[in-house]
C-alpha cells in the first residue's frame, strides 16, 4: 500500500528565508498530490494541489513541484514569516471515493 | 469553500461509555468522511459516509465500534463506542470541495478516555 514519507524533525528557519519541506511516497504515483496546513488545535487547511502532469505550481509565496521519477514532493515558501509557522502535511488520493491518506507532517518553526 | 462546525470540541469521558460527535457543513455536500488523528500522528480515515447509504470503513475500523449517521447532506455523527483509554484521540470529520479534490475540515473533537 502506498506510504508517505514528510521529515518528522522541526525546521527551524530565520524570518525571510525559503523554508523547504519534503514529500515522498513509496509506490504507484498518484493523479496529483496535495499540500496543508495544520495550526494547533485545528483542523488542516488546504493550500495546493498538483497534478501528476504538472512540475510545479504556485501560490503567492508557496511553490510546490511534483517529481513522478524521484516519487517526491517539495513544498516551499519564500520570504516566510512567524505566521508561517505551523505543520504542513502533504496527502494523496488512495482509493476509490477521492480518499486521501496523509502524511505525518512536518512542522515550521519561522524565527523572528 | 465549506465552513465545518463540530461538537463537541473536546470531551473526557468515562471507559466503557460512548461519545457521539457531531459534525455540521453549511453546504450540502455528497461524501463526507471522519478521521482519527493521535498526538503527534498523522490524519487516519476511519470511513465514508455517503447520505442514503450505509458508512464505508477503512481497514481496522468496524460499524459496531465506530457507528456513522447520515440522516442528510449537511450532517453527520461519529459515535466511539465502549471507549478505551487507547481512543484518546482527535475526531475530525471533512467534506470534499464541490469542485475538485481537496477536502475541508472541520475544528476537531478531542477526546480524552479515563
Known amino acids: 500500500s502506498q506510504k508517505i514519507e514528510q521529515n518528522s524533525e522541526a525546521l527551524n528557519i530565520q524570518e525571510g528565508k525559503t523554508a523547504t519541506l519534503t514529500c515522498n511516497y513509496t509506490?504507484?504515483?498518484?493523479?496529483?498530490l496535495q499540500w496543508y496546513r495544520q495550526d494547533p488545535g485545528r483542523g488542516p487547511v488546504f493550500l495546493l494541489l498538483i497534478r501528476e502532469n504538472e512540475k510545479e505550481k504556485r501560490k503567492e509565496r508557496l511553490k510546490v513541484t511534483f517529481d513522478t521519477t524521484l516519487k517526491q514532493s517539495l513544498f516551499h515558501i519564500t520570504a516566510s514569516q512567524p505566521a508561517d509557522s505551523a505543520t504542513y502535511l502533504c496527502?494523496?488520493?488512495?482509493?476509490?471515493?477521492?480518499?486521501?491518506?496523509f502524511g505525518a507532517g512536518t512542522r515550521l518553526a519561522v524565527h523572528p | 469553500s465549506a465552513v465545518i462546525s463540530q461538537k463537541p470540541s473536546r470531551d473526557i469521558c468515562q471507559r466503557g461509555t460512548s461519545l457521539t460527535i457531531q459534525c455540521q457543513v453549511d453546504s450540502q455536500v455528497t461524501m463526507m468522511f471522519w478521521y482519527r488523528q493521535q498526538p503527534g500522528q498523522s490524519l487516519t480515515l476511519i470511513a465514508t459516509a455517503n447520505q442514503g447509504s450505509e458508512a464505508t470503513y477503512e481497514s481496522g475500523f468496524v460499524i459496531d465500534k465506530f457507528p456513522i449517521s447520515r440522516p442528510n447532506l449537511t450532517f453527520s455523527t461519529l459515535t466511539v463506542s465502549n471507549m478505551s483509554p487507547e481512543d484518546s484521540s482527535i475526531y475530525l470529520c471533512s467534506v470534499e470541495a464541490a469542485r475538485g479534490y481537496e477536502q475541508y475540515f472541520g475544528p476537531g473533537t478531542r477526546l480524552t478516555v479515563t
Open positions: 509506490n504507484y504515483s498518484p493523479a496529483y
Open positions: 496527502a494523496l488520493p488512495s482509493g476509490g471515493y477521492n480518499k486521501l491518506i
